[in-house]
């Protein structure tokens, strides 16, 4: 079975930066994605990678600030995040194997990495 493991999180002020990694235990084919759920908010897309990288989806509220990438030699998944806002801090989970932004088609999910943005 395909295990997640997600690393990158932490506490950061308004306007910094983190990078998220998302290390699986095996290749797998389809696409990959972050998502994040804050308190008292349903879990949201972030952004999505396609198989060979070369589809990106990314949710509005994130477009030019972050960025999907991928390193399938290394069975890796990041998301590097810039310029952060304090209504950027949620849960962060990293998911395998599904389609674009759709939480409900993917297979395997990380155990979520917290990443808390204060202003």
């Known amino acids: 079975q395909v295990q997640l493991v997600e690393s990158g999180g932490g506490s950061v002020q308004a306007g910094g930066s983190l990078r998220l990694s998302c290390s699986r235990s095996q290749y797998t084919g389809g696409d990959m994605a972050w998502f994040r759920q804050a308190s008292d908010k349903e879990r949201e897309g972030v952004a999505a990678?396609?198989?060979?990288?070369?589809?990106?989806y990314y949710a509005t509220s994130v477009k030019g600030r972050f960025t999907i990438s991928k390193d399938n030699a290394k069975n890796t998944l990041y998301l590097q995040m810039n310029s952060l806002k304090p209504e950027d801090t949620a849960m962060y989970y990293c998911a395998a194997v599904g389609s674009s932004l759709n939480s409900r088609s993917y297979k395997y999910w990380g155990q979520g990495t917290q990443v808390t943005v204060s202003s």
């Open positions: 990678i396609s198989t060979g990288g070369g589809i990106t």
